[in-house]
């Protein structure tokens, strides 16, 4: 099954969807919404981004903002791990991590016999700011850092605060709030380089979310290891699951929340190995992800931006025209700030398009956290490629051929 195909099937199965009543109800027999997880995410980052404007990388409000998410995450419920990142000049930061045991999944060991083997997922976001709301000279801004990256905190507690809705999650999932990911992906580096090699070698997947808010569209986007002709489905088989779940699961009707990717068509040298790419379904904003990319590991990286454009030093976060005090550019200027970015894109009222659906958009970042979230998480549901969670081994078990992973049971494969 080519990505072409695999996209038209996806569309078809939302619009079956549109017109099939939601499986799941409440207990007054309501029909469930997907990714219907209220103002949480959304609270957290802006609360994260007002208290703690002038988190960056090695500061007092870094090391108080840290404490801030782990002390949410002793409120969900875990006890999060700290460990500590190290600049190159003896500073410290931390990253925060809570790690969830999954089923595992059981693998064929070439031989015909199954053993189980757990696979790893990551999910993660940097919780410091590039900039200080006051300048040198003393001046002060309304810059919180709420888009880069307060509303990738919220989106990750998100994740985790839902995660005991997925009891049969196949993977063990680590839930990642990175240090001084604005010091060159230091806590990112840090955690990658701590885990041990056979760690390293499980992980399936490592999904990234940086900056959702500012941004026209919400992107996924996948590593520059996906430019290999040999290996590009490969690595991209996540990234392509997540179009599958936004689109099966109806967030566009529910929402108008919608998964792109980067399809410029850019041709360039993107990777700097002397060979020209195709500018595609990879992003030159640069994150936590990249550690990860750089050891093979496959990313989905959710951030949001604007890709219509027919060169590449053209491409910029927002066409928003009260948003172009800097090129269109919001993380890492004055502009990601609380007080502005809701002033602009928080809207109250709703009201139906020319297509007459329902715009819901209301608070942009409440939807966006949500949405990323559930679809993160209904990815992982999917399983991996290396094996079977044990509900598919027993299926398997009763019907040894063909495996749910040979049929395509819990994951896609091509054709």
């Known amino acids: 099954m080519n990505k072409r195909t695999y996209k038209l099937i996806s569309i078809v199965m939302a619009l079956l969807l549109l017109v099939i009543p939601m499986a799941g109800c409440s207990s007054e027999g309501e029909a469930v919404k997907p990714a219907d997880y209220g103002s949480y995410g959304a609270d957290i980052a802006r609360q994260l981004a007002s208290t703690y404007p002038n988190?960056?990388?090695?500061?007092s409000q870094e090391l108080e903002a840290g404490e801030f998410i782990a002390s949410e995450m002793r409120a969900l419920g875990y006890?999060?791990?700290?460990?500590?990142?190290?600049?190159?000049?003896?500073?410290?930061?931390?990253?925060?991590?809570v790690k969830i045991e999954?089923?595992?999944?059981?693998?064929?060991?070439?031989?015909?016999?199954?053993?189980?083997?757990?696979?790893?997922?990551?999910?993660?976001?940097?919780?410091?700011?590039?900039?200080?709301?006051?300048?040198?000279?003393?001046?002060?801004?309304?810059?919180d850092g709420i888009?880069?990256?307060?509303?990738?905190?919220?989106?990750?507690?998100?994740?985790?605060?839902?995660?005991?809705?997925?009891?049969?999650?196949?993977?063990?999932?680590?839930?990642?709030?990175?240090?001084?990911?604005?010091?060159?992906?230091?806590?990112?580096?840090?955690?990658?380089?701590?885990?041990?090699?056979?760690?390293?070698?499980?992980?399936?997947?490592?999904?990234?979310?940086?900056?959702?808010y500012a941004g026209d569209k919400?992107?996924?986007?996948?590593?520059?290891?996906?430019?290999?002709?040999?290996?590009?489905?490969?690595m991209r088989r996540k990234l392509y699951q997540t179009y599958d779940v936004c689109y099966a699961n109806t967030l566009y009707s529910n929402y108008k929340f919608d998964i792109l990717y980067n399809e410029s068509g850019v041709s360039t040298d993107l990777d700097?190995?002397?060979?020209?790419?195709?500018?595609?379904?990879?992003?030159?904003?640069?994150?936590?992800?990249?550690?990860?990319d750089n050891a093979?590991?496959?990313?989905?990286?959710?951030?949001?931006?604007?890709?219509?454009f027919t060169r590449i030093e053209d491409m910029k976060e927002t066409k928003n025209l009260n948003l172009q005090g800097m090129g269109g550019n919001i993380r890492g200027t004055v502009l990601d700030s609380t007080a502005l970015l809701d002033s602009v894109l928080r809207q109250e009222d709703t009201d139906t398009d020319e297509d007459g659906i329902m715009d819901k958009s209301g608070d942009l970042l409440q939807i966006r956290i949500n949405c990323i979230s559930f679809v993160i998480l209904?990815?992982?549901?999917?399983?991996?490629?290396?094996?079977?969670?044990?509900?598919?081994?027993?299926?398997?078990?009763k019907n040894p051929s063909p495996t749910p992973i040979e049929s395509g049971s819990g994951s896609l494969v091509e054709g």
């Open 55 to 59: 988190r960056t990388p090695y500061s």
């Open 79 to 97: 006890e999060p791990v700290v460990q500590q990142v190290g600049g190159n000049f003896g500073q410290t930061s931390n990253n925060y991590y």
């Open 102 to 143: 999954g089923t595992g999944f059981y693998v064929d060991d070439g031989l015909g016999n199954y053993y189980l083997k757990h696979r790893i997922a990551v999910i993660g976001a940097h919780y410091d700011d590039m900039l200080s709301a006051i300048d040198s000279t003393g001046s002060e801004y309304t810059y």
């Open 147 to 212: 888009s880069d990256n307060a509303s990738g905190i919220g989106c990750l507690l998100t994740c985790l605060a839902h995660a005991k809705d997925y009891r049969d999650m196949g993977y063990d999932v680590y839930f990642v709030a990175f240090g001084a990911g604005n010091d060159n992906f230091a806590g990112a580096n840090t955690f990658l380089n701590n885990l041990s090699a056979e760690e390293r070698e499980s992980i399936d997947v490592m999904y990234c979310i940086d900056s959702i």
């Open 218 to 234: 919400i992107y996924a986007s996948a590593g520059y290891n996906s430019l290999n002709d040999q290996t590009r489905y490969q």
């Open 272 to 292: 700097g190995n002397g060979t020209i790419d195709r500018y595609n379904e990879v992003s030159a904003n640069k994150s936590d992800y990249v550690p990860f």
């Open 296 to 308: 093979g590991i496959p990313i989905v990286y959710f951030d949001s931006f604007d890709y219509n």
């Open 378 to 397: 209904e990815t992982l549901m999917k399983g991996s490629d290396a094996g079977m969670t044990p509900a598919q081994y027993e299926e398997f078990l």
